[in-house]
């Protein structure tokens, strides 16, 4: 009933999600450089929209690609009438993914490049993408805990970029960097929300 009269109104409907998404095997690892790369781009474009736009599509393909390796999933989020609200609920997002474990990202540091080849290669990968858009996306607007619906809602997000619907983007995944481990405690301990695919 709010729904209807706010579009009556006139009034911006804005939409806030997060999805998590769970790979896992010993092919995974290589993804890690794709998240990497667009996450450099994205500090390095200072914020632009329409770069954080094209890493979301590049990452989006590159899940697409994988989708032999996927093993769970879940996703959480909200409708808004006002900007600020969105806005508030993006950053409340923003924070709780980036305390997750393993989600902090050291782009400072050169580690890893002159250590052993001998690296422990992670069998699991999170990646966490939360989306701030205007209009509606029945794709993305549903439960993405099964196959079909997930690449459906990964293609959703692509169009966004491509639509100028997007408001945010953000991106955390887990490990942040190659050589870090995310092990399958760890993913039972700080992603319980994940349901098998």
Known sequence: MRDTFNKMMGRTRYVVCRLFLHLGGSEVAPILG????????AIDADGDLQVLGEGLVEICETLLRYDEYWLSAANEGDVFWNEGEAGDYVNELFSDSASRYGAELDLGSDSGFNDPLSIPVTRNIIV??????TGEVPQIETDLSNVQ???EGLKAFINLHYQNKLQAVQV???PAQLGDELTNDQLVQYYPELIPL
């Not at 794709?34 to 781009?41: L, S």
């Not at 966490?128 to 858009?133: C, D």
């Open 34 to 41: 794709v998240f990497n790369r667009a996450a450099r781009e």
């Open 172 to 174: 955390h995944f887990s």
């Open 149 to 151: 619906a997930l690449k």
């Open 128 to 133: 966490m993408i939360t989306v701030a858009f």
